[in-house]
Every structure is written in structure tokens, then in C-alpha cells.
């Protein structure tokens, strides 16, 4: 007899329990016991992502309290299912996501909020597919409505409000083993993958088992993670050797770069810090030197670089060293006169400016490349739609953000992906702390050529928290998706080198200066997420389309205006 006969008999302690949940004395505690439970199964996938695997049960709680609470078959009582829902994915994005509190606390609430509203939007399509079509309906509604949502987090230009950290496919970071498909779908597969699980869980304990579904639930969870494994001892390291130093000078961005502490470090001797740990690891071979993000961080006119004092020293080792490349975070700045040449141009008087979270490249004889900043920290780095406001409103907000937090959110943004040129055969993608979140932004950077990556950031603002070990983590999943060895540069931590199948081949401690020196390879072979990008949404968004025009159609013949022919 075949061993999925034994889960055919529907287990009695599951359906005791369902009972007693849909009880009317008690479901109502239960309901919120199943809510901290699900916020709590996601917290703990990112408060340590060695417990990533909670993401296959995260949502059956979900699932189950709107299931108890359409039973009741009350308009009142789906109100509250949507409210439990809310109030699930509030706590969830409060348990991961508080550390933004540290340097913006209204950006948290703000972002907290709004997600959480964002993500109820799938749920409550999944409720009138599963009553108006059916219960498959349901789930396909479901799925494709939150991987629709993830994907406007990551493409939608006019979508303000772009925060994809809580991406379900990023709670995998730590399980590279498991996820080397990446390179095929990107974060989006790993959404994919865990959406369909829960749902597969859930239809086995609380609606009905079949031998199908069984099969069906054993080979999508399995099946992934056995071709990864293969995938992961199977692949080396391709392409040209290149050795890097990658440099952490650990300069404390509240009080040592802040030029009214009196802790401040004056910009020459933090440019001494920087310069003598990159000499510690140099050698004849070396031929790239990154440093993190703001690690020149007093304002540098774009057009006259080379004729600060404080920048003679890089300017006087990089002439010595004329195979040296230098890629480097900056805070800079671009005139542009009377004329208001961008939306994020801000006035300076009569003139206006734009001022950037930058990524310079340099090299020996005055060689300069700069990238701005394309994918910037909302309530951080700027305010969703601030270029649509009045100019008088705009900058009550903004002085008001500078008052609260010391933040300044109007930073100007870049215009594309770039890539640093570092001699004829290696190019290097440059990519700027938040920026690493997005894979087919990314990607369009390998397009163009790149074949390493370097990302530069500065965690420090958000202190003591699990950022910095999640944005180390999530760093492995770009190497993965475009195959690419991985260079991080991080002012107070973690700085390393990543290889391309998501391994830390070597990395610092957190809080300590240090430099680290590696080999890794700038491979030019691309991967099918670095050819496609996210063709997982985008189908995503085409099918939601179509689900909602069958939901319209189901609508029409239950209200008896549409023939039944």
C-alpha cells in the first residue's frame, strides 16, 4: 500500500480543534491568538533568518481566521476578518521593521502602516474569488494578487511608496543551499514557493486531503530543494581573477561625522583612517579598493572635485598607483542655476541644486565616474510624491522631517543603473546601499556589462539592530540570482566578499575598523533573472488582470444581469 494512504484519513485532532475555533464563545480569543501567531512566525523569520523555514506556515494562520469568520456568514463578521488580517500584518511589520524608528520614526509608523494596508488588498481578493468562484479561485487570487504587490514594490515607477525588504522571497537569505534557483526567478520565485506551500498546508489540515494534494504538497516542497542542493556542489566560481580590498573604517554616523558633536572626527583624519587601512591590505595585484557609503561625507560640488583640500591625499596615492580603481560613497552636489533642471531640485537661494547620496569612481590623472543613487529609503532619502506638492508645503515637510529627526528626505535621484569601468575586462556594477534590494534594477546593471558587483552602505544609522546582519544576508541573494561575486563595503559592519553562489568567503565584525583582502572573479556569463528580470510579476499582474475580470463576470451572473447562456 502506498505510504500517502496514511495522511488520507482526515486527522481527528485537526478537526476537534476546528470545532472548538468555531465555536461562538471562544473563536473570537483564538482568532487573536492566530493572529500573534502568524506575526510571530514572521518575526521570527527575520529576527534570525535560520528560522526562514516559519515562512511556510506564516500565513495558514492567516488563511484559517478568514475561513472562521466568513463561516458566520455575517457582513460584520468578514469586517472583522479584515481587521484581523490588518492588524496581523501590522504586527508583523512591527516585530521587522522597527529598527527604522532609530533614525525616522514618523518614516516608520508611516511605512508600517501603509504596508500592512498594502498587503490586505490579496487578502480581500481572496475572499470574494473564494465566495462569488470558488476555492482554487481563491488561492490563485491569492497568490497572484501578493506577488502582483511585490512586484509594484520593485517596478512601478509611479508607486512612491516602494519597499520591498519584506519581500516573502528575502526571509530565504541565510538558506543558500535551498534557494540557488534564484538565478532562474529571482526573490519572486522564493514568493512563489512559500505562498503555494502555506496554501497547500492549509488545505491539507483545515479543508480536505486527497492523495493528490499530499503528492502535490511533498513534491513542491521538496523538489525545489533537492535541485538547489545539486545546483549548489555543482557550481564554482567563473570568470577573470581580480583581487579587491574592501575597507570598514567604523566612524559613528550620530557623533563622529556629525560636525556639531564634539566627538567629530575632522574629515582629514577620517580620510587618514580610510586611506591607511586600504595601504594595511594593498599589494602589486590589487586592483580594486571600496569604500562605504558616505565615507566622504562632507558636500562636494560635482564639478570641481579635485580641487578639495581634504581630497589631495586620495588624489597624490591613486597618481602613485595608476592601475588602482577607487570606488568610494560621497555625499555630493550639482548646480544648475535659475533653472529647475529635475523634480528633486531644491532651491539655494536664487539657484537650484540637487544634492546626492553618491558612488564615486577614481582613478589616477583626475579620472572621475559618478553614480547617483537610483532607489532611495522612503522617509530617509526623500517623501513619496513631495515633487507633486506646492513648493511652500514641500518645504514645511521637509524642515519639519530635519527637526524631527535630523533627516534631510530630499535627495535627488539617479537615472539608471551605472557601471564603473575598472580596465577592459572588469566591470563593476555600482550599487548603493538600498539599492540592493532590487534584483532586476541590478540586473540591468549586468546588462550593460557589469561582471562584479560592489555594493556600498552605511547600517550604522539604524544602531544596535538586525539590519545590518539582514542587509549582509540579503547581499548573498544578488550574487546568487546574477551569479556574480559580491564586494561589501559597510562603514561600522558587515563588510565581506560573497561569492556566486551566495557563500561569505570572508567578512569583518561588526563596530571594528578593518580591511579585508580577496580574490573574487568577474564573471561575464549572464543568468536567465539577469536576461528577465522579474517575468515572474509581470505574469503575476497579467493573470490578477484576468481574475478580476472573471471575478466581474461571477458578480454580474449571481446579481442575475448576465444571461446564464
Not at 478537526?15 to 521570527?44: E, N, R, T, W
Not at 531640485?345 to 553614480?371: E, Q, V
Not at 539617479?414 to 541590478?442: R, W
Not at 499582474?541 to 454580474?556: K, T
Request: net charge positive; charged share 15%; with cysteine.
Amino acid at each position: 500500500m502506498r505510504s500517502y494512504l496514511v495522511f488520507t484519513a482526515y486527522p481527528l485532532w485537526v478537526d476537534k480543534i476546528f470545532k472548538q475555533l468555531c465555536s461562538k464563545k471562544s473563536s473570537s480569543g483564538y482568532i487573536c491568538l492566530l493572529a500573534v501567531l502568524s506575526s510571530s512566525f514572521f518575526g521570527l523569520a527575520w529576527c534570525s533568518f535560520w528560522f526562514g523555514a516559519l515562512l511556510f506556515i506564516a500565513i495558514v494562520p492567516i488563511l484559517l481566521i478568514i475561513k472562521l469568520l466568513t463561516m458566520r456568514a455575517k457582513r460584520k463578521s468578514f469586517m472583522h476578518g479584515l481587521f484581523y488580517v490588518f492588524l496581523t500584518l501590522f504586527l508583523w511589520n512591527t516585530l521587522t521593521i522597527w529598527w527604522i524608528s532609530n533614525a525616522d520614526l514618523v518614516g516608520f509608523i508611516f511605512i508600517a502602516c501603509c504596508n500592512a494596508l498594502y498587503l490586505s488588498f490579496p487578502w480581500l481578493f481572496y475572499y470574494y474569488m473564494r465566495k462569488w468562484v470558488g476555492v482554487y479561485a481563491g488561492y490563485a487570487a491569492l497568490v497572484t494578487g501578493w506577488l502582483t504587490l511585490e512586484y509594484v514594490h520593485f517596478a512601478w515607477e509611479y508607486w512612491e511608496l516602494s519597499f520591498p525588504w519584506l519581500n516573502l522571497g528575502n526571509g530565504l537569505a541565510a538558506l543558500p543551499y535551498w534557494i540557488q534557483w534564484y538565478s532562474y526567478t529571482g526573490i519572486l520565485g522564493g514568493s512563489l514557493w512559500i505562498l503555494v506551500l502555506n496554501i497547500l498546508i492549509y488545505h491539507l489540515l483545515f479543508e480536505n486531503i486527497t492523495p493528490l494534494m499530499v503528492n502535490g504538497f511533498l513534491y513542491w516542497l521538496l523538489l525545489p530543494i533537492f535541485i538547489s542542493v545539486i545546483m549548489y556542489y555543482n557550481y564554482k566560481d567563473q570568470g577573470m581573477p581580480v583581487e579587491a580590498v574592501v575597507v570598514q573604517p567604523n566612524i559613528d554616523s550620530y557623533t563622529e561625522k556629525d560636525t556639531s558633536s564634539s566627538s567629530f572626527i575632522p574629515h582629514a583624519h577620517q580620510i587618514d583612517r580610510l586611506l591607511t587601512l586600504s595601504k594595511e591590505q594593498l599589494t602589486p595585484a590589487t586592483g580594486l579598493v571600496v569604500w562605504p557609503e558616505s565615507a566622504l561625507n562632507f558636500w562636494i560640488d560635482e564639478s570641481m572635485v579635485y580641487d578639495y583640500v581634504w581630497l589631495q591625499p586620495i588624489r597624490q596615492w591613486l597618481d602613485q598607483l595608476p592601475a588602482l580603481s577607487l570606488i568610494t560613497g560621497v555625499s555630493s552636489f550639482r548646480s544648475y542655476g535659475a533653472i529647475k533642471a529635475t523634480k528633486t531640485a531644491r532651491k539655494n537661494g536664487r539657484n537650484y541644486m540637487d544634492c546626492f547620496n553618491s558612488i564615486f569612481h577614481l582613478k589616477a590623472g583626475n579620472t572621475l565616474d559618478i553614480y547617483h543613487k537610483e532607489k532611495r529609503l522612503p522617509f530617509g532619502e526623500y517623501i513619496p510624491y513631495y515633487s507633486v506638492l506646492p513648493e511652500w508645503i514641500s518645504s514645511w515637510i521637509r524642515q519639519k522631517f530635519i527637526d524631527l529627526g535630523n533627516i534631510d528626505p530630499c535627495f535627488g535621484q539617479g537615472s539608471g543603473s551605472k557601471v564603473f569601468e575598472i580596465n577592459p575586462k572588469i566591470k563593476v556594477a555600482a550599487i548603493n546601499c538600498y539599492d540592493s534590494l532590487y534584483g532586476a534594477f541590478v540586473g540591468s546593471a549586468v546588462q550593460k556589462g557589469a561582471n562584479l558587483l560592489t555594493i556600498t552602505t552605511n547600517d550604522n544609522w539604524w544602531g544596535d539592530t538586525p539590519i545590518y546582519h539582514h542587509h549582509f544576508q540579503y547581499s548573498r541573494l544578488l550574487a546568487i540570482a546574477h551569479r556574480k561575486s559580491l564586494i561589501r563595503s559597510a562603514n561600522t559592519g558587515i563588510s565581506g566578499f560573497i561569492n556566486q553562489r551566495g557563500d561569505a568567503i570572508a567578512k569583518t565584525q561588526r563596530l571594528v575598523p578593518a580591511a579585508l583582502r580577496q580574490v573574487v572573479y568577474a564573471n561575464n556569463q549572464m543568468t536567465f533573472y539577469s536576461l528577465y528580470g522579474d517575468y515572474i510579476g509581470h505574469i503575476a499582474a497579467w493573470a490578477c488582470l484576468l481574475l478580476f475580470f472573471i471575478l466581474f463576470i461571477a458578480r454580474l451572473k449571481y446579481l442575475g444581469l448576465c444571461s446564464s447562456r
